[in-house]
C-alpha cells in the first residue's frame, strides 16, 4: 500500500507543480523516491508532528496541496488540534496520510497500533476520510484527494496488500468485492480480505453473502450503501478499528432513522482499556481480538441465528 | 509590491497607535471583554508593522505576494480588529459590533475578517504556520516576508520550539517572530510560572538573529521590523520588551487586567490617557 500510494502520489506531483510532501521524519525506503524526484517540494520536518500540520496549513493557504505522512497516532492524534484548528476550520488543502492502519505494526505494540484514528479523523469538520482495502483502493484514493481541493485523511495499511477487487470506478461508492444478497458485509481496509474468506466458509454452508468494501468513510455514501444491502437480512460491518466511531457507527448511524432496515451486527476491534497489548503479527493480534475468520463466522452465525 | 500601500490618508504612526488603543478601550468596555492588558501591550507594534512596514493591499487583502502577519496571540483582537479597520480592510463603524450576536468579529480572532491570515486562539499555533507561509513564499521567489506575533506566556508550548528549531535550519531569512515580552501571562508573572529567562539566549542558540528592544520604542521597532529580512539565511527574532496595559497607568503591569473589563468610569480615565 506505501508503494502504491508514493507512486500515485509521484504521478499526481509530476502532474501538478503545487503537491508537496512533508513527512515526520517517517518513511524509510518509502517516500525516497518523491524525494529524489521533487526535491524542492519534500521536506522531512523531523519529528514534530504539531509544526509539520500547522505548517503543511500555512504552506496549503499560500496556494498548495500538502500531503503529511507519518505512522497511524502521529500525523492524527499527536497534531490533533492542529488538523481541527489550522487545518479543518481553514479548509486547508492538506492531506493526511497515516501508514500502519489497526494492527498492522503488529510486534511494535499498543503505541503504534491505530485504533481510534478514523473515528477520530471523522470528526474532523469538512474532513473526508479514505480506508482503502487494497493498492488499487489507494490508487483511485490517493489520485482523488490531490485533486480534491480538501482537507483528507488516507489510511493506509503496511505492505503485501493483495488486490481484492479488479478497477476501482468511484473510489467515493462502496465495491462490491464478492456478490451475495442474504448477508451483505461491509467493510473497510485490508480486513477485507478476512470478510471474503468468511463469505466463502459461509457459502461452503450454504449461506448467500457478499462482501462490500466501503473505502470512504466521510462523506458516506448511505445512498449507495442502502443499494448495496437492498434485501439483506442482515448486515456486517467489520474493520480494523474499534466499533466506537468507525465503519459501524456510521452505517448504523444511517440506517438508523429507515423505517424499514436490516439489523446491523457491528465486528471490531474490543477497545483496550486498561489492558496492556501483546507482541504479535498483525494476524495474530487480529486473531486475538476476535477478527480471526472463524470468529467472523460464527458471529454472523449467531446473528443469523437471532433473526 | 515594493512599498507598503495602504490608505495614503492612514495617519501619522503616533496618532494610529493612540487611535487603536482608544478602539481597543471602547470594544472591550462596551463588549465586557477581556485581554485589554495584552492589546495594549502589543498596540505600538502593530501600528508600526501596518503603517511602516507591511506590504500589504487593503483593496486586495489576498493578494499573493503580500507579506503576511500571523497573530499567534489570538486573544489579542481588540486591538487588532482596530488596526485593520483603521487601515481600511473593513469599516471603523463594524468594530462596534466586536463579540456581539452575529459577528465575525470574535473574541478569539478569526480569519472571516478582512485582513486577517488565520484564527489562532489556542496558543503555539501561529509559528507552525507562519513557517509553512515563509516556506511558500520563498519558494514563490516574489520576497514576500512573513511576521508572527507571539506572547510571552505562549513560548511555554511545546509547539512553538518545534518551529523554532525548524526555521534556521531551513534558513527561513523571510520569517520574523515578534515576542510581546510584556513579563504577565495568564495566571502569574512569566518568571514565576514558567520562567522563559535567559530568553535572548535561547534563540540565539537555536540559531535566530535575535533583536531585543523596547518594544514601545517605535524608531526602535521601524529600525529592526523594517530591515527583515536582517541576516542572510536566518530567521529573526525581535523579543520586544512591552508593558502590559500600556498607556493606561490603573492598567500597566496588573494581572487582572488581562481579564477585566473597564467601567464607565474608569473607561473615561483610560480614553484620557491615551489622548483620545
Known sequence: MRTTFIESLSQAASENPDIWLLCGDLGYSVLEPFAAKFPDRFINVGVAEQNMAGMAAGIALSGKTVFIYSIGNFPTLRCLEQLRNDVCY??????????????????????????????IMSMLPGIEVFVPCDPNEVRAATRLIASSGKPSYLRLSRQGEPALGSVVTDIR???????????????????????????????????????????????????AIRDAVRGASLVVTLEEHILRGGLFSMVAGAFAGDAQRPPVTGIGIPEQGGKTSSAGSREALLDAAGLSVEAIVARIEQSLAKR | ?????????????????????????????AAKAAHIGGCLSMADILAVLYTQVLRLDPAEPQGPDRDRFVLSKGHATAIMYATLAECGFFPLAELDTYCRDGSILTGHVSHAVPGVEVSTGSLGHGLPIAIGMALAARSAGAGSRVFCLLSDGECDEGSNWEGILFAPHHKLDNLCVIVDFNKIQSFGSVAEVLNLDPFAEKWKAFGWH?????????????????????????????????????GVSFMENKLEWHYRSPSDELLAQALAEVGA
Do not use: W
Open chain 2, 210 to 246: 535575535v533583536e531585543e528592544i523596547d518594544g514601545h520604542d517605535v524608531a526602535a521597532l521601524e529600525r529592526v521590523l523594517g530591515a527583515v529580512p536582517s541576516q542572510s539565511g536566518r530567521p529573526t527574532v525581535v523579543i520586544a520588551h512591552t508593558v502590559k496595559g500600556k
Open chain 1, 173 to 223: 461508492k462502496p465495491r462490491i468485492l464478492r456478490e451475495g444478497r442474504d448477508v451483505v458485509i461491509l467493510a473497510s481496509g485490508p480486513i477485507a480480505s478476512r470478510a471474503l474468506e468468511a463469505a466463502n466458509a459461509l457459502s461452503v454452508r450454504g449461506r448467500d453473502v457478499g462482501v462490500v468494501s466501503v473505502s470512504c468513510l466521510k462523506p458516506l455514501d448511505e445512498a
Open chain 1, 90 to 119: 481553514h479548509g486547508a488543502d492538506v492531506k493526511v496520510v497515516a501508514v500502519g492502519a489497526g494492527y498492522a505494526y503488529g510486534s511494535q505494540g499498543y503505541t503504534h497500533h491505530a485504533l481510534e484514528d478514523a473515528g
Open chain 2, 1 to 29: 509590491m515594493t512599498r507598503p500601500t495602504l490608505p495614503a490618508n492612514r495617519p501619522e504612526l503616533k496618532e494610529f497607535a493612540r487611535r487603536i488603543r482608544a478602539h481597543a478601550l471602547r470594544m472591550v468596555h
